[in-house]
């Protein structure tokens, strides 16, 4: 199972108290995770991704292992460390202001 943690106002939106923990078959990624986070949770979809393009939202970061992933293509594969369940794969909502 992998482990996603996500902001408070998202799990508010999934009725979520604490983690969320989805199956993966096959190669565990970005792309795999949220596919399966969406489908567990379908009131997340286009929370995080846009629901056409599946291009990450502009405010919204993913971390794992301490790593700034956001910018990493979206089917490369996350840490092993996330892939057995070890740590979270982590989403973040990005604060902007001056």
């Not at 301490?66 to 057995?84: F, G, K, T």
């Amino acid at each position: 199972m992998i482990r996603v943690m996500l902001p408070a106002h998202l799990r508010t939106l999934a009725r979520l108290s604490g983690e969320a923990e989805v199956e993966v078959v096959g190669a565990v990624t970005q792309r795999s995770v949220l596919d399966a986070l969406e489908a567990k949770y379908p009131v997340l979809r286009g929370a995080i991704r846009d629901h056409v393009t599946k291009q990450r939202r502009a405010f919204v970061r993913f971390f794992a292992c301490e790593e700034d992933l956001s910018h990493e293509p979206p089917d490369a594969a996350l840490p092993e460390a996330v892939a057995r369940g070890v740590e979270p794969f982590i989403v973040v909502g990005a604060i902007a202001g001056g």
